[in-house]
């Protein structure tokens, strides 16, 4: 099966711009993540959708950060404006699972982002 | 709340030395126990996993137990390989959640 896609890779922007990422999680599963890995520490959860609603946004810094699911299966992550400290890797993953029970998260390869 | 304490790194290691990289949790309940894996330029993968206390773990000649009674699932391996050189991440999925809490990961390298 195909994996977790996200683009772009690499992103250069400077403080105060806008940047998008964008996911496509495996097909079927119907629950999607956005993660934030700054340097040197874990992947924090930045937001949950099972389908097109949202689970848990609890951590998402809503004043600059968006994310949106429509269909229910691709997903855009937001940034406007950026800061210096939004410098990190975003990672998607995705599950098959519902909202409750342990299962496995597929992760893509990750989004780098630089902010000068 | 929940959360994951990881044995901090980096571990350089040689060629078919043990490893142990320790990792213990906070948390309510009977949460799933992870390590997933980083190799260099690619995503993270997981390597192994536990949902009940003393399950075990195991893949790649790598293994975890899920020890209750110390909260801890610690990873080991008893030859380590050159191969092996990636980030190590432990992580729980709480009770009655669908997302993972991650450590701080732990760089371990591995030298001929």
């Known amino acids: 099966e195909a994996g977790v896609a996200q683009s772009p890779r690499y992103k250069i922007i400077e403080k105060r711009q806008s940047v998008a990422f964008w996911c496509n999680p495996i097909s079927g599963h119907a629950t999607l993540y956005w993660y934030q890995q700054i340097l040197g520490q874990g992947p924090k959860l930045l937001i949950q959708f099972q389908n097109n609603g949202v689970v848990d946004d609890s951590q998402l810094p809503k004043d600059r950060f968006s994310a949106e699911r429509l269909k229910g299966v691709d997903s855009t992550l937001k940034i406007q404006p950026a800061k210096l400290e939004d410098s990190a890797v975003y990672l998607c993953?995705?599950?098959?699972?519902?909202?409750?029970?342990?299962?496995?998260?597929?992760f893509g390869a990750g989004s780098r982002l630089t902010v000068l | 709340g929940d959360s994951v304490t990881q044995m901090e790194g980096p571990v350089t290691l040689s060629e078919e030395a043990c490893l142990t990289i320790n990792c213990t949790y906070t948390a309510t309940g009977y949460p799933s126990l992870f390590w997933y894996v980083q190799y260099p330029g690619e995503g993270l993968q997981l390597l192994l996993k536990a949902t009940k206390a003393d399950d075990k773990g195991s893949n790649k000649g790598f293994e975890a137990t899920y020890r209750k009674e110390t909260t801890s699932f610690h990873l080991e391996k008893g030859s380590v390989q050159v191969s092996d050189s990636a980030v190590y991440f432990c992580a729980l999925n709480p009770t009655g959640a669908n997302n993972l809490f991650f450590g701080t990961g732990t760089r371990l390298t591995v030298i001929p």
């Open positions: 993953a995705s599950s098959f699972a519902g909202p409750s029970g342990a299962n496995v998260l597929t």
